[in-house]
């Protein structure tokens, strides 16, 4: 059974930086992509960046593309985002993902697994 555990949330000003984990166990995840999504109260949970495990290939929402990166460390089956010159725009509850196919998806329902999520707040 696959687990994924996030952590790394926190309250950050704006400007500021954090860096989310996330460790997965319960398989092997070579043919997997991994991602991170988030949700902010009252809106539905949007893609933020995702990873094919394979080849390290990262794909990443245009809301986050030159602020956010993320890294894998593929024998310690975990990612890393960093998030840089946050804005409170970013604050969101954010979800380590699992997708259980090679190419990657941009749609929340295409992932098979979940964590349970870690607050981001950024504050003005």
């Known amino acids: 059974q696959v687990q994924l555990v996030e952590s790394g949330g926190g309250l950050v000003q704006a400007g500021g930086s954090l860096r989310l984990s996330c460790a997965a166990s319960?398989?092997?995840?070579?043919?997997?992509?991994m991602g991170w999504f988030r949700q902010a109260p009252g809106k539905e949970r949007e893609f933020v960046i995702a990873?094919?495990?394979?080849?390290?290939?990262?794909y990443y929402a245009d809301s986050v593309k030159g602020r956010f990166t993320l890294s894998r460390d593929s024998a310690k089956n975990t990612m890393s985002l960093q998030m840089n010159s946050l804005k409170p725009e970013d604050t969101a509850f954010y979800y380590c993902?699992?997708?259980?196919?090679?190419?990657?998806?941009?749609?929340?329902?295409?992932?098979?697994?979940w964590g349970q999520g870690t607050q981001v707040t950024v504050s003005s």
């Open positions: 993902a699992a997708r259980n196919a090679w190419w990657e998806s941009r749609r929340w329902d295409d992932y098979n697994y």
């Open positions: 319960g398989r092997t995840f070579s043919n997997y992509v």
């Open positions: 990873i094919r495990w394979s080849t390290g290939i990262t």
